[in-house]
């Protein structure tokens, strides 16, 4: 078994490194909007769309390949990696593989350009993890599909301009689906601006006898066996984003342990930290190996289920527990928002609930180990 990484996958990161560098490194860590420019910028140089059929104007490249790409520019600049998951591990793969030809045509190649953003409108007041809960409606009128309902949480919502909306065409959850909803659409409405502790922006979306042509439609029935199938390609996205800024963390507090003196010695000479440093480095290479043997093992793009609950699980507590680290051995310092070590600590611990939080990724888990599907619902029993 072979861990390096090809000539070719060298070479890529390389070469992105230095583009984000180039092109998003002045602006790093300094962000409160989404990053319109750096999408542009990535469309530019092929980047989005990644692991895409090149027939839908993706790049035909590997899971592998995207994974390597995302955690080269989320180290430079994790704004500018929000533009690259948005626009390669998002929801727009749900638009690229259940899209009608119309959305395919037209509306995809929005996507890739830079020229519009597409969100996830999946949570609700009483349907977070409980996906199966969620109350948006929808049901069709002649040539168009009426939804009403509300979303909460929405990554990037205020800046999108389409969204991915999870609803119910009938009471059973078999009838839950998708329509991939204009934000001109009439009958549709945003929120105000919400800002989260990890600086990120979102907004509540609302509809209210939204009108969508019905070629807008993914899916009327059966989204949740369909669409979650591709699910877990975000979420490798989000292990790689978690990973890559706490390793960017930890690099800024190794070259500051060998350089900072305390008691007439450095940092690093101090056995109790020189622990802290092994602790954090073990922890790191774990993750990234269960992150890149589910990208690996990844069955035509769309990893396995438990490896990669496993692999966003183990990212996520990592890399939240490094970046807390990296800002203790700065002192007072890593507690200023003059450096990046708090913001790093924030938005690690914003990943340890998007996607899938660490406790319903342990469910899963014990769902893989047990052999069985264990229902949270009151009174319910798991089903063998």
């Not at 002045?26 to 999408?39: H, I």
């Not at 390669?88 to 899209?99: D, H, T």
């Not at 990046?340 to 469910?363: C, D, H, K, Q």
């Amino acid at each position: 078994m072979d861990f390096s990484l090809t000539p070719e996958q060298t070479s890529l990161v390389e070469s992105v490194s230095k583009l984000a560098e180039r092109e998003f490194g002045e602006r790093a860590f300094t962000r409160t909007e989404f990053a319109w420019d750096s999408l542009k910028v990535l469309a530019e140089h092929d980047l989005t769309g990644l692991t895409l059929p090149v027939e839908l104007g993706g790049q035909g490249a590997s899971l592998l390949d995207a994974v390597l790409v995302m955690m080269a520019i989320t180290k430079v600049c994790p704004h500018s990696a929000d533009a690259l998951q948005a626009s390669n591990f998002g929801a727009i793969r749900q638009v690229a593989k259940f899209g009608s030809d119309h959305v395919k045509n037209e509306v995809l190649p929005l996507f890739l350009s830079g020229e519009a953003l597409v969100t996830a409108g999946m949570s609700e007041p009483d349907a977070g993890s409980a996906l199966t809960e969620l109350r948006t409606t929808a049901r069709y009128d002649g040539d168009h599909v009426v939804l009403n309902g509300q979303k909460i949480w929405n990554s990037h919502g205020p800046d999108a301009t389409h969204s991915v909306v999870w609803c119910r065409f009938g009471p059973s959850s078999r009838e839950i689906g998708a329509v991939l909803v204009p934000f001109d659409a009439p009958g549709f409405s945003r929120g105000k601006r919400e800002l989260h502790m990890s600086g990120e922006s979102h907004c509540q979306l609302f509809f209210d006898e939204c009108r969508v042509p019905k070629e807008y439609v993914l899916a009327d029935s059966g989204a949740l066996k369909k669409m979650l199938s591709i699910f877990g390609v975000e979420r490798m996205g989000n292990a790689s984003r978690a990973l890559a800024i706490s390793e960017r963390a930890y690099e800024m507090a190794v070259e500051h342990a060998q350089t900072r003196k305390s008691f007439g010695k450095d940092l690093c000479e101090f056995q109790g930290l020189q622990w802290k440093f092994a602790d954090m480095k073990v922890r790191l290479d774990a993750a990234k190996l269960l992150l890149f043997r589910a990208v690996a093992n990844a069955d035509a793009g769309t990893p396995d289920a438990t490896e990669a609950a496993m692999a966003k699980l183990f990212a996520n507590e990592t890399a939240f527990a490094v970046a807390n680290d990296a800002l203790q051995m700065f002192g007072a310092s890593g507690y200023s928002q003059e450096f990046p070590l708090e913001y790093i600590v924030r938005r690690t611990r914003g990943w340890m609930i998007a996607g899938g939080s660490v406790e319903i990724l342990r469910n899963t888990i014990a769902g893989s180990i047990f052999n069985r599907r264990f229902d949270q619902r009151a009174g319910a029993v798991a089903a063998k």
